[in-house]
């Protein structure tokens, strides 16, 4: 596994970028960085279990390993999952994907402004990919504010 970080900063509270970011219509609007009809199942808490999928693609089933509001969210993922949510562990692909992991990091710079810093654990396979789809959905979420 590889690590890879992005970050931005908006000009808000940690709160209201968390409300923000994690709001179920709100997540559609940037996620869409992605793939346009990306979106999330689930209960944003820990020992949750997540959907990160497109509908008509699939996805990723999830674990939310840490959620402390207003400072991070850790987030493991662990099968990889079809438009009809059949979960596959067991494929190269899948092998590669099960383990990635995500932490978002929001630090507040006491003027105003929060720095979103989200830290990915993952396949070499896959650091292109997801280095294109974090900087457009971090520029889509930026335009939120």
Same mark, same amino acid.
């Given at each position: 596994? $590889?690590?890879?970080?992005?970050?931005?900063?908006?000009?808000?509270?940690?709160?209201?970028?968390?409300?923000?970011?994690? #709001?179920?219509? !709100?997540?559609?609007?940037? $996620?869409?960085?992605?793939?346009? !009809?990306?979106?999330?199942?689930?209960?944003?808490?820990? =020992?949750? *279990?997540?959907? /990160?999928?497109? %509908?008509?693609?699939?996805?990723?089933?999830?674990? $939310?390993?840490?959620?402390? %509001?207003?400072?991070?969210?850790?987030?493991?993922?662990?099968?990889?999952?079809?438009?009809?949510? !059949?979960?596959?562990?067991?494929? #190269?692909?899948?092998?590669?994907?099960?383990?990635? *992991?995500?932490?978002?990091? /929001?630090?507040? #710079? =006491?003027? =105003?402004?929060?720095?979103?810093?989200?830290?990915?654990?993952?396949?070499?396979?896959?650091?292109?990919?997801?280095? #294109?789809?974090?900087?457009?959905?971090?520029?889509?979420?930026?335009?939120? /504010?």
């Amino acid at each position: 596994m $590889i690590e890879q970080q992005y970050s931005i900063t908006v000009p808000a509270s940690a709160e209201h970028l968390w409300q923000t970011m994690l #709001d179920e219509d !709100n997540y559609r609007k940037w $996620i869409r960085g992605f793939s346009p !009809n990306s979106c999330y199942i689930g209960k944003w808490a820990e =020992g949750e *279990t997540m959907y /990160f999928l497109d %509908p008509a693609m699939g996805g990723t089933r999830a674990l $939310i390993e840490k959620f402390d %509001p207003y400072r991070e969210i850790r987030v493991r993922h662990i099968a990889v999952v079809d438009p009809s949510r !059949n979960e596959d562990t067991e494929s #190269d692909m899948a092998r590669k994907w099960c383990g990635t *992991t995500e932490h978002y990091e /929001f630090v507040e #710079d =006491g003027e =105003g402004a929060t720095t979103l810093t989200v830290h990915m654990h993952v396949d070499p396979e896959f650091e292109s990919m997801l280095r #294109d789809g974090w900087h457009k959905s971090l520029q889509l979420l930026r335009e939120l /504010f």
